[in-house]
């Protein structure tokens, strides 16, 4: 079937330049934006409520996205949203939340349903964001749950833009190298 599938006639859609590596899975309504990238082993799935993806956004080996979906329980459910220039970690699972733009989510983190990540804020590796928790903007935030410990320095307000163009930069040498898909 392939890495890109489409479920209940909605197929994944690719922006332009967008690499998705051959043992990823992107399932279902799901819009990956211009010159993002999903690297190997990671799980996108749209079954059941849609993903968005931003453009040069970046999601790391091994991490699951998914969504909740709407019930009696939570009748509107909650999509996944990932805003611009997001680094995704390694093994990090996002599920039914919300990222804006210019965030470092660090390895092996989570963050659950209908919470709320604020542009440029920075998630610590193996923290935990539990549902509908807000992350303010303009912070490092560590632990579980996750605790705002101080204000992001200048230089780590600029990693955010130089994570995501430096991820652009590999994802073009392995779309050069023609080993995985692509949209162009």
Same mark, same amino acid.
């Given at each position: 079937?392939?890495?890109?599938?489409?479920?209940?006639?909605?197929?994944?859609?690719?922006?332009?330049? +967008?690499?998705?590596?051959?043992?990823? &899975? $992107?399932?279902?309504? @799901?819009?990956?934006? *211009? *010159?993002?990238? !999903?690297?190997?082993?990671? &799980?996108?799935?749209?079954?059941?409520?849609?993903?968005?993806?931003?453009?040069?956004?970046? $999601?790391?080996?091994?991490? !699951?996205?998914? #969504?909740?979906?709407?019930?009696?329980?939570?009748?509107?459910?909650?999509?996944?949203? #990932?805003?611009?220039? $997001?680094?995704?970690?390694?093994? +990090?699972?996002?599920?039914?939340?919300?990222?804006?733009?210019?965030?470092? $989510?660090?390895?092996?983190?989570? #963050?659950? *349903?209908?919470? +709320?990540?604020?542009?440029? !804020?920075? #998630?610590?590796?193996?923290?935990? +964001?539990?549902?509908?928790?807000?992350?303010?903007?303009?912070?490092? /935030? @560590?632990?579980?749950?996750?605790?705002?410990?101080?204000?992001?320095?200048?230089?780590?307000?600029?990693?955010?833009? /130089?994570?995501?163009?430096? /991820?652009?930069?590999?994802? *073009?040498? /392995?779309l050069q190298d023609g080993?995985?898909?692509?949209?162009?």
């Amino acid at each position: 079937m392939g890495a890109i599938r489409s479920f209940q006639g909605l197929q994944p859609q690719l922006g332009a330049r +967008v690499l998705v590596d051959e043992s990823a &899975v $992107v399932i279902g309504d @799901v819009v990956l934006g *211009d *010159d993002s990238s !999903v690297w190997p082993c990671v &799980v996108i799935r749209g079954d059941m409520h849609r993903i968005r993806i931003g453009a040069r956004t970046s $999601v790391q080996d091994g991490s !699951v996205l998914h #969504i909740t979906h709407a019930s009696d329980y939570n009748p509107a459910g909650h999509p996944l949203t #990932i805003g611009d220039d $997001v680094t995704v970690g390694h093994s +990090v699972c996002l599920h039914g939340c919300t990222i804006g733009n210019r965030v470092l $989510v660090g390895i092996g983190s989570t #963050i659950l *349903d209908g919470a +709320v990540v604020e542009d440029e !804020v920075v #998630i610590g590796a193996g923290s935990l +964001v539990p549902p509908g928790k807000r992350l303010e903007s303009g912070f490092l /935030y @560590v632990g579980s749950p996750a605790k705002q410990i101080r204000p992001l320095k200048e230089s780590e307000r600029r990693f955010f833009t /130089y994570s995501a163009t430096n /991820y652009v930069k590999l994802k *073009d040498a /392995y779309l050069q190298d023609g080993t995985t898909q692509d949209n162009e």
